[in-house]
């Protein structure tokens, strides 16, 4: 549809905003996190200002944007939200988009993840059936998982997902973000010592998860892997442990805890009571080996940092974590989780935080255990040795 003919569309929605306000949802089905969060934090934004404002009254017109990630989801949010056909809503979003105030007719404006604090205060938009959750029980039964087994979810992020799916374009400045999957299996083994049993989740994966341990689970790569178990295993998860992969936003729209781990950009660290523990990966002068503290990184611009060009900007190298300091984190993380309490923070830490010039305050929530040995991290103190 040529963008012309839907101007008048478009004048006439903003006339009658104040009254009747009508928004346009283009959704990013195609990456689950994207999916998944964006959907369920607009969800709430609209719930509470509706609950607390008369006027305007909202209308939201969603539509999709790529191939959907994940069909049993896409069910789930078709139960609450009408989709409409993309050739008839786009050219009036994309005419809306050139138009100066155009956020105000964008469901998603204000609804990316650094909003998931929303969910704190607002119940999950999603409630699956008691009928699908029998058939799901039903077939985990066949890889040894019961109704009362206490779940965790593992979520180790690699490039394989991204480049089959999205096979044109080039994800290496996301490579800096990944990480062995191997190197999770102490952790795993561990939590199943502490009674859980631990599920690897995804769709398509680099290797498998080598493990002798009937209770640890490589559900990614088993026969009964399904777009619905996907969305049923996550949602009974006790906690989540990942290294921000996006998928594990499929657990934060049911509430369930996620700690990150070997994790690298300020931006993947949020504030409210989801993620409730994280630890960063070790970062590196390239040069010389030695050891960085935040304030020394905050200096060569990880504010900012996301992409792995980044950081050779900022002349660091990256090293992943241990599989000792992955078990002590999912330990640390359990405890956080089965006394419900959020991470408090030592003073030294909020001090040396502020003092570091790091935008995001909730870069408290670091990983006691970790900067038991890594103690350098928050001061100002350099690190003197070769570390590497």
């Known amino acids: 549809m040529p963008l012309l003919l839907v101007l008048p569309a478009v004048i006439a929605i903003r006339l009658i905003s104040p009254i009747l306000l009508i ?81 105000k007719y964008n469901v998603f404006e204000k609804a990316q993840d650094e909003h998931i604090e929303i969910l704190d205060s607002v119940e999950p938009i999603i409630q699956l059936d008691e009928s699908e959750q029998l058939i799901a029980e039903s077939i985990l039964k066949q890889i040894g998982i019961g109704k009362d087994d206490k779940l965790v979810c593992l979520c180790v992020r690699d490039d394989s997902y991204l480049k089959a799916t999205f096979p044109s374009e080039n994800w290496d400045e996301h490579n800096h973000r990944d990480s062995d999957v191997q190197t999770y299996l102490l952790a795993a083994e561990t939590l199943v010592n502490q009674g859980y049993k631990v599920l690897r989740m995804g769709k398509i994966t680099k290797k498998k998860l080598e493990t002798g341990s009937t209770s640890v689970i490589d559900y990614a790569n088993s026969s009964i892997r399904s777009d619905m178990l996907d969305v049923y295993l996550f949602s009974k998860a006790k906690f989540i442990i990942s290294n921000a992969t ?38 590196h002068d390239a040069q010389n080996g030695r050891l960085l503290n935040l304030t020394e990184l905050v200096e060569r611009g990880f504010n900012y940092s996301y992409h792995a060009s980044d950081y050779l900007k900022m002349n660091v190298i990256i090293h992943n974590n241990s599989s000792q300091e992955i078990m002590e984190f999912a330990l640390e993380l359990q405890k956080l989780v089965e006394e419900d309490k959020d991470n408090i923070p030592s003073d030294h830490v909020i001090r040396n935080l502020r003092e570091s010039g790091a935008k995001n305050p909730a870069l408290s929530k670091i990983s006691h255990k970790w900067l038991e040995t890594h103690p350098y991290y928050f001061t100002s103190v350099k690190v003197q040795e070769k570390s590497i």
């Open 23 to 103: 928004r346009f949802g283009q959704t990013n089905a195609s990456r689950i996190g994207h999916f998944a969060i964006e959907t369920e934090i607009a969800q709430c934004q609209k719930k509470i200002r509706v609950r607390d404002h008369k006027f305007p009254l909202i209308i939201d017109f969603y539509y999709i944007s790529g191939n959907v990630s994940n069909m049993y989801l896409f069910e789930q949010w078709k139960k609450v939200i009408r989709y409409y056909p993309r050739w008839l809503l786009q050219p009036i979003h994309r005419i809306n988009q050139k138009i100066p105030n155009s956020g």
């Open 246 to 283: 996006g998928m594990d936003y499929l657990g934060a729209i049911f509430r369930v805890p996620i700690g990150l781990v070997n994790t690298v950009t300020s931006e993947s660290i949020k504030s409210g009571h989801l993620i409730r523990l994280y630890q960063p990966k070790t970062f």
